[in-house]
């Protein structure tokens, strides 16, 4: 059966609509039981009916216990392409009102019609009802982001098995927890070589299947992106020298220095990574925080900053380096600057306003570890305190409470700044055409850029995929760099640690398009997650798992 011939938009939609109506929230026990419902959908489908045992269910991390899926449809030969993607949703809590509905796409359409035709829109609001009132957008909690996406590679894999004489092999794998720390596919990848060798399969390529947010008329959501943008959380735990705010002078406020670090990093182009052929957007500020809880006339002595920054090119240590300099920077303006107020007010009273504070100094946080952990007993109170924050879901406040513990038992003294990294490290990727297994990929994907030019809907090259996604551990093995990220993160959790036989391979993303990510207005554009890209996906797979000539 030819591409054109495939009529999988029905089917297609119906796979998306189901999945949807089991609400998959991280976290929450919806997610912990879809493994084991899709198992028992997939085995509806005759080719699994007939062959239980292709479908693979193994634990992943986290409480409660998740499960990774995979289902393979058997052709011939080793080469095998896979397709994967996270079954996990964010909260449903932003659909407020229409919270009942928000796994419910068909009466949540018309409920956000009649509530948008109620009342005065913004621009974005009416741009929704228009695409709503138009019928080819379709709202749900995780049908944008990202079960349609999972419906078109089911979809495939469902056509696939029909195929008489089918060559190569399809591998569906499908994963939790992608929304928080992608524990899902970082378990998966440590499951994938010994799953596969006990098969007899080679997988020589994957397709990522999240999706793209395209304001316009789909232009730049119809995307391959051959690679994916990296993200590092830099935190600045900021130790000044409290004073009575009566004689502010004989201190030093560590808001103060925090405020300066804030002021030189937020949004500041020149840190934007321009590299790779791409332009990433700038480090932002995710935290900015006084660590005490209480009132006081002092000044505070403590104060806690993270950044998120994403990139492309170069590597975690490239960003540190950078960080750091930029720390420091940061921390000489703030302290000079008081000094000359210190000294301006000191004219003005004809007095000593105080004595002026030690050096300001930046340590890294693997430089604090090695002066609180000296001993066995500390490295033991560390783990206990570590264990006894296990249920701290937030890595900003685990990373912060952690830091915090590691200062107090050096007995750190301000001005100091401890910096280091508070979350998951994401490396960035990108296909390498010198791979024999990327230029396969790459020359099926032209093919099926051919078909796609063929119906009227081109599709458009992108260099880097710009949501934080598994594709960051899809396929790529330990990161050069990446110790840096190892010896500065407080927080055992938040340190991914690859195998040495974790496999590498070239891996892109083509997922569906729509709008407003994770919004109550989220919303997919049916016609080409349905019917237009369960197609693409089945020329790219038919060109690549053909023998070479």
Not at 72 to 95: E, P, W
Not at 111 to 126: G, K, M, P, T, Y
Not at 205 to 221: F, H, M
Not at 492 to 518: C, K, M, Q, Y
Request: with cysteine; net charge negative; proline share 6%.
């Amino acid at each position: 059966m030819s591409t054109d011939q495939w009529n999988v938009q029905e089917r297609a939609a119906q796979i998306s609509h189901d999945l949807v109506s089991w609400n998959s929230e991280g976290g929450l026990q919806g997610e912990a039981d879809f493994a084991m419902r899709l198992r028992d959908y997939l085995l509806e489908i005759p080719y699994f009916r007939e062959n239980p045992d292709d479908i693979t269910i193994y634990p992943a991390y986290g409480q409660p216990q998740t499960y990774n899926l995979l289902a393979l449809v058997r052709g011939t030969g080793k080469r095998t392409l896979g397709m994967a993607g996270h079954y996990d949703t964010v909260s449903i809590q932003n659909y407020h009102e229409l919270a009942h509905l928000a796994c419910d796409p068909v009466p949540l359409r018309e409920a956000l019609i009649a509530d948008l035709a109620s009342r005065s829109l913004s621009e974005q609001e009416a741009r929704a009802l228009a695409d709503f009132q138009g019928g080819d957008f379709v709202p749900g909690r995780g049908m944008l982001d990202m079960k349609s996406g999972l419906a078109a590679g089911i979809a495939l894999i469902e056509h696939f098995s029909t195929l008489e004489g089918r060559e190569g092999n399809l591998l569906f794998m499908t994963t939790p927890d992608e929304e928080r720390e992608s524990r899902g596919m970082r378990a998966l990848r440590e499951d994938l070589p010994g799953y596969l060798a006990a098969r007899g399969l080679e997988l020589d390529a994957a397709i990522n299947l999240d999706a793209t947010s395209d304001q316009g008329d789909g232009a730049l959501g119809r995307a391959v992106y051959e690679g994916t943008i990296g993200k590092l959380l830099p935190f600045a735990y900021v130790i000044g020298q409290s004073s009575h705010v009566s004689y502010p002078f004989e201190g030093i406020s560590a808001q103060l220095i925090g405020a300066e670090i804030l002021r030189g990093i937020e949004g500041n182009t020149n840190l934007a990574d321009a590299g790779g052929g791409d332009v990433a957007p700038p480090p932002i500020c995710l935290e900015a925080r006084d660590t005490r809880n209480v009132y006081e006339v002092t000044t505070p002595e403590r104060f806690w900053l993270s950044f998120n920054w994403l990139f492309q090119s170069g590597t975690a240590e490239d960003r540190f380096t950078q960080f750091r300099a930029e720390v420091e920077a940061a921390l000489t303006r703030a302290t000079e600057a008081f000094r000359k107020n210190a000294a301006a007010y000191g004219a003005l009273i004809q007095a000593s306003p105080g004595a002026s504070t030690g050096a300001a100094r930046v340590i890294t946080l693997a430089e604090l570890r090695a002066t609180a952990l000296a001993d066995a007993a500390a490295e033991k109170a560390f783990a206990d305190c570590e264990a006894s924050l296990a249920g701290i879901d937030n890595p900003l406040e685990l990373s912060r409470r952690l830091t915090e513990w590691l200062a107090n038992a050096a007995l750190l003294k301000g001005p100091c700044v401890v910096i280091g990294f508070a979350g998951l490290h994401y490396p960035p990727s990108r296909l390498d055409p010198a791979d024999p297994r990327a230029a396969d990929l790459l020359a099926a994907i032209e093919k099926a850029e051919a078909w796609a030019v063929a119906a009227e809907q081109p599709h458009c090259r992108r260099p880097y995929f710009q949501g934080i996604s598994d594709m960051s551990f899809l396929g790529q093995p330990k990161k050069k760099g990446a110790d840096v990220v190892a010896q500065n993160t407080p927080a055992a959790r938040l340190v991914d640690e690859p195998s040495a036989e974790a496999l590498g391979f070239p891996t892109v993303n083509i997922g569906p398009w729509g709008r407003e990510f994770h919004q109550r207005l989220e919303r997919v554009h049916g016609p080409y997650a349905f019917g237009i890209l369960p197609k693409v996906l089945k020329e790219i797979a038919i060109a690549f798992l053909a023998p070479k000539a």
